[in-house]
């Protein structure tokens, strides 16, 4: 059985630019969630991805943006990128609805550098 | 708004010994969820236990178990027999159930960890 898997691993990018990382949650659930994760900081929710529609959102600018797709899968997209973007990005993946306090199952996540 | 607060950015505990890492929250919910999650050094995150706010009962799972205490609004995790494996960064995270959303699940909210080191 497949956990949350993401891609890329690594990425680097320079400020201005644009970026999609990638997950694909584990299987049978169907609700996706990104977190940014700072060094030396808990993560933070960016927001959360349900029924192919963003169901909930946190304290994060629109350069970011997500989608999900009819497979559940699911993408985070980050505009103008600036300095402070630079983070271990996390997907959860849990079973919604009557998922309340279910487990999150976390990705190993994507490192982001911006230079 | 919630928030999570972890006062011990640091730990140390020697192998087979018994710590406990203290975690305080605020809210003004009654139902909510509080889980602690372990992220070992470029590893992913997995939960170590959860626990439901109705529930008077501390969920225990092997040499974890929690006190939690509701009017304090405090969420403390008691590692036993303390394993090299248990070396790890250490989140306490707060959930809600949002009632306006279909019922989809609240998001977490994390405090900013306590890096636990095991000495052999």
């Known amino acids: 059985d497949a956990g949350v898997t993401q891609s890329p691993t690594h990425l680097i990018k320079t400020r201005g630019q644009q970026v999609t990382l990638r997950c694909s949650p584990k299987?049978?659930?169907?609700?996706v969630s990104w977190y940014q994760q700072a060094l030396g900081q808990g993560p933070q929710f960016i927001f959360q991805?349900?029924?192919?529609?963003?169901?909930q959102r946190g304290n994060f600018p629109d350069r970011f943006s997500g989608h999900q797709f009819p497979n559940y899968s699911s993408e985070l997209n980050v505009n103008a990128l600036l300095l402070g973007d630079s983070a271990l990005y996390l997907c959860a993946s849990s079973l919604s609805p009557s998922g309340i306090g279910r487990e999150q199952y976390f990705g190993p996540g994507t490192r982001l550098t911006v230079t | 708004a919630q928030t999570v607060t972890q006062s011990q950015p640091e730990m140390s505990v020697q192998e087979a010994e018994t710590v406990t890492l203290s975690c305080t929250y605020d809210t003004s919910e009654n139902n909510y969820y509080l889980f602690w999650y372990k992220q070992p050094p470029s590893r992913q995150m997995i939960l170590v236990i959860r626990?439901?706010?109705?529930?008077?009962q501390n969920a225990t799972e092997n040499r974890f178990s929690v006190n939690f205490q509701k009017a304090a609004k405090s969420f403390s995790l008691k590692i036993s027999d303390s394993q090299l494996g248990d070396t790890a960064m250490y989140f306490c995270a707060f959930m809600t159930f949002l009632m306006n959303y279909g019922g989809s699940q609240g998001n977490l909210i994390f405090g900013k960890g306590t890096k636990l080191s095991v000495k052999p």
């Open positions: 991805y349900y029924e192919e529609e963003e169901r």
């Open positions: 626990q439901e706010a109705y529930k008077q």
């Open positions: 299987s049978g659930h169907d609700t």
